[in-house]
């Protein structure tokens, strides 16, 4: 699916299946979707405001250089989610699970990564402006070490 610079304002899509969805530089507004298994996503540049990613399977999500802002990634399998130099608020991702999770250069306020259990967190230092819990401190630390050049011994 090809839908390059398109926008999307008060829509469902459900039950879906797509190997590639393709729109950078596209517009989510007030959008929900649903139940939808998707290979890679290629948004990178688009803004999504208010909204809802509910039960879905996403292989590769790019976001680089995206606009977020109120969306919420409900119960949903990421294997790689790609944020870099992106602008993220009030966004959170409950029930969710991700693999790798990269914000390079990212902005973040207000995100939630509550839950979260990413084997490989890229940017690091990015992460200014996100909540995580006493129990994902613990099990970051090495990820935290690794990205930072911190050695433990």
């Known amino acids: 699916v090809n839908l390059t610079g398109t926008r999307f304002s008060g829509t469902t899509i459900a039950d879906s299946r797509v190997d590639t969805w393709t729109m950078p530089r596209g517009n989510l507004l007030h959008t929900e979707i649903s139940g939808t298994r998707i290979g890679a996503g290629v948004v990178h540049d688009s803004v999504w405001e208010k909204v809802v990613i509910n039960n879905c399977r996403i292989s590769y999500l790019n976001l680089r250089g995206a606009k977020l802002a109120d969306v919420e990634f409900r119960d949903c399998v990421i294997d790689e989610i790609d944020l870099d130099r992106a602008k993220v608020s009030r966004v959170s991702f409950p029930g969710s699970t991700v693999g ?10 207000n995100v939630d990564i509550r839950g979260l259990q990413p084997h490989k967190i890229s940017g690091v230092h990015s992460l200014r402006g996100a909540t995580i819990d006493e129990t994902q401190l613990m099990l970051f630390a090495e990820l935290f070490a690794r990205e930072l050049g911190i050695s433990v011994e």
């Open 100 to 109: 790798v999770f990269q914000c390079e250069g990212a902005t973040l306020g």
